[in-house]
């Protein structure tokens, strides 16, 4: 069975300083693992994405993410926030065993203050 | 490039009704997704297709729940009879298929309140 867990429902970053959400899975299988951000009212649109090339992922918007096997951890990461990057962040899992399902995380909400 | 199109974006009905919620997903996708969204459970997978036929429907609440896609290009959730707690996010996703390294597109969401 895979799992996610999501440390912090709510971060808050100042503009301009450091972004780290952090995300941890479980799976017994290599998993494929997946950041995806939600917009009020919107649908989630995907972030980035591992799939087992370079362990260092680069998605929009400058976001980046670094798969680490020992830790299991897949924890994202922007050097500076800016006000627009305010919004709700799921991490999820998936493996070729997993008939295409994702598994989510419970999300972390990302304040920005100016 | 059109996503994943929901319809409605917003429902509101009466306790009893029947709700009818649809997608479209991408063309060319071969998977389909139906997930609902609340505060106190998060993102829940309800069922999910793979070239048309339900693969997973273990998400699904109760009896009162039914998805069906008739073709590559429309899927409906439907409720009967809805309840308050029915009330709920309720989001349509599609995926190409091959290896499960794909990711999902999601469209906006239908936001279901039942009085």
């Known amino acids: 069975a895979q799992s996610v867990t999501q440390l912090g429902s709510h971060v808050s970053v100042s503009e301009g300083a450091l972004v780290l959400l952090r995300c941890n899975y479980s799976?017994?299988?290599?998993?494929?693992l997946f950041w995806y951000v939600q917009y009020p009212n919107q649908g989630l649109q995907l972030l980035l994405k591992y799939t087992s090339a370079a362990t260092l992922v680069k998605g929009i918007n400058g976001f980046e993410a670094e798969f680490k096997k020992s830790e299991t951890s897949f924890h994202l990461t922007k050097p500076s926030a800016h006000m627009s990057d305010a919004a709700e962040y799921f991490c999820a899992v998936s493996a070729e065993n997993q008939g295409g399902k994702l598994i989510f995380g419970q999300g972390t909400e990302l304040s920005v203050k100016p | 490039d059109a996503g994943v199109i929901q319809s409605p974006r917003h429902e509101v009905t009466e306790m009893g009704q029947e709700v009818t919620l649809r997608c479209k997903p991408i063309s060319g996708h071969d998977y389909l997704f139906w997930y609902r969204q609340t505060m106190m459970r998060g993102l829940e997978l309800l069922i999910y297709f793979n070239n048309n036929v339900p693969i997973d429907d273990s998400g699904m609440p109760e009896d009162r729940f039914s998805a069906k896609m008739p073709n590559a290009s429309f899927s409906t959730l439907k409720i009967q009879p809805s309840e308050p707690r029915d009330s709920a996010v309720y989001f349509c996703?599609?995926?190409?298929?091959?290896?499960?390294?794909?990711?999902?597109?999601f469209g906006d969401g239908t936001r279901l309140s039942i009085l």
């Open positions: 799976s017994s299988v290599p998993p494929y």
């Open positions: 996703a599609s995926r190409s298929g091959g290896r499960s390294n794909q990711p999902q597109h």
